[in-house]
């Protein structure tokens, strides 16, 4: 049952503090009609079946047909209030990730989206965009810091779209510059081989940007961690911890 490898996965990979930096993370499992995406204020850690909502693609997809308001604050509001109406019939009480638009624009059957140390040092790196330039632009897509929830996954249709007319293949990762990475595959076993990959990718990269805890020593890391799930749960936003 796909539901249970998508519940068996996201326990696996939520479990590793290694991967999920600040709590975060989420995880879909799809099928042609349906998304099963976790739910605001789930854990991956320690979640189950019932903690995905099941939403209709047909109608995530009919969103990007939609003309909405300019004012950002209106547009979100709009897209949220469509994104709640894609709920299927018994799922009305939870409340989908802020980032299924995104899960559900990419073809994959399963998709991994987590916030690990390894990829931070890439994606907060000094030098990151460049690292990425050598290992990832012939399997990846770069994007750089933006709204979250609708407008981001607007940046990557966009980009996802370029990449594939340029390579004749869709990206196999997604990097979010400052935040975390999008990656999938059609079986959970393909998830792995591709999360393996760009570890390992990653591990081999000799001049490796790494984060420099020594810069972050007025920042109380543990306790941003343990705020931004909140924050999270009350604005259905995702949040990122940035130095400005
Ligand atoms: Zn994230």
């Known amino acids: 049952m796909s539901l249970q490898a998508l519940t068996e996965m996201s326990n696996r990979y939520g479990r590793n503090p290694d991967y999920v930096l600040a709590g975060g993370g989420n995880t879909s499992y799809k099928d042609a009609q349906y998304l099963w995406v976790k739910a605001s204020g789930m854990k991956l850690a320690t979640i189950e079946p019932e903690g995905f909502v099941k939403l209709s693609r047909a109608r995530l997809n ?43 624009l990419i073809p994959d059957a399963y998709v991994l989206h987590l916030h690990p140390t390894v990829v931070g040092g890439l994606v907060c790196g000094k030098d990151g965009r460049k690292v990425f330039e050598q290992l990832f632009s012939d399997r990846a897509i770069w994007i750089e810091p933006t709204m979250p929830g609708y407008y981001l996954s607007t940046v990557v249709k966009a980009a996802s779209e370029a990449f594939e007319q340029a390579h004749g293949k869709t990206p196999a990762y997604i990097f979010l510059e400052n935040h975390g990475v999008f990656t999938g595959g059609d079986s959970v076993e393909a998830v792995d081989a591709a999360w393996k990959y760009m570890e390992e990718k990653l591990a081999a990269c000799g001049e490796f940007p790494v984060w420099d805890d020594t810069q972050l020593d007025d920042f109380d890391i543990p306790r941003a961690a343990s705020i931004a799930p909140a924050i999270r749960g009350l604005t259905g936003g995702t949040v990122t911890f940035m130095r400005t």
């Open 62 to 104: 009919a969103i990007f047909e939609h003309t909405y308001s300019a004012d950002p604050d209106t547009r979100e509001a709009q897209v949220l209030a469509d994104m709640l109406d894609a709920r299927c019939p018994g799922e009305e009480k939870k409340r989908p990730s802020v980032e299924a638009l995104l899960h559900n």
